[in-house]
T-cell receptor, first 114, second 115 residues
Framework: GDSVTQMEGPVTLSEEAFLTINCTYTATGYPSLFWYVQYPGEGLQLLLKATKADDKGSNKGFEATYRKETTSFHLEKGSVQVSDSAVYFCALSGRGGSNYQLIWGAGTKLIIKP | GAGVSQTPSNKVTEKGKYVELRCDPISGHTALYWYRQSLGQGPEFLIYFQGTGAADDSGLPNDRFFAVRPEGSVSTLKIQRTERGDSAVYLC?????????????FGPGTRLTVL
């Protein structure tokens, strides 16, 4: 069945460092891909999404490109801030013809030190 | 505008008891979803409503779990004869429409602890 694999955390970086969080997926059909973020004590929030191959989603300085050939959707940011500390989840929509279910990775905890 | 709200935020119960978890979706959203998140894992799909009907309940783990949405807005997730393994954060989400591209907006969750 469909699945999402994320790099394990925690990932610890210094402020202004470059960030990459890897995400790969297995899916039938052509899913949409999402990154959600969960800040401490808060609910899941959509960070960015891409709905077809080669699309780039971007928000708050974060970017991710839907790569069908490598089945990847890696999250990147050029210069992280302490306020980016959170848990990041990669997800895809759909399971076969059911395109509303979100299938999630396990999450990657990001810690940014000043 | 108001986001998705869930009550209670925390629920502690004893094994074998019955619990109800409530979700208020964003006004005007026709689709509503329940997920369950165990510690250190991503959310796991439970059930999806389109309007008043459960369009897909394939994620409910067994017949102790049931959910309703009688008026197409508020939803209640009901768990009978709770077990320790039911302990998790139960998340509710809503979206304007259904479809893989639609953004699901999440509530803060209800943390259920079964002693």
């Amino acid at each position: 069945g469909d699945s999402v694999t994320q790099m394990e955390g925690p990932v610890t970086l210094s402020e202004e460092a470059f960030l990459t969080i890897n995400c790969t997926y297995t899916a039938t059909g052509y899913p949409s891909l999402f990154w959600y973020v969960q800040y401490p004590g808060e609910g899941l929030q959509l960070l960015l999404k891409a709905t077809k191959a080669d699309d780039k989603g971007s928000n708050k300085g974060f970017e991710a490109t839907y790569r069908k050939e490598t089945t990847s959707f890696h999250l990147e940011k050029g210069s992280v801030q302490v306020s980016d500390s959170a848990v990041y989840f990669c997800a895809l929509s759909g399971r076969g013809g059911s395109n509303y279910q979100l299938i999630w990775g396990a999450g990657t905890k990001l810690i940014i030190k000043p | 505008g108001a986001g998705v709200s869930q009550t209670p935020s925390n629920k502690v119960t004893e094994k074998g008891k019955y619990v109800e978890l409530r979700c208020d979706p964003i006004s005007g959203h026709t689709a509503l979803y329940w997920y369950r998140q165990s510690l250190g894992q991503g959310p796991e799909f439970l059930i999806y409503f389109q309007g008043t009907g459960a369009a897909d309940d394939s994620g409910l783990p067994n017949d102790r779990f049931f959910a309703v949405r009688p008026e197409g807005s508020v939803s209640t997730l009901k768990i009978q004869r709770t077990e320790r393994g039911d302990s998790a954060v139960y998340l509710c989400a809503s979206s304007f429409n259904t479809g893989g591209t639609d953004t699901q907006y999440f509530g803060p969750g209800t943390r259920l602890t079964v002693l």
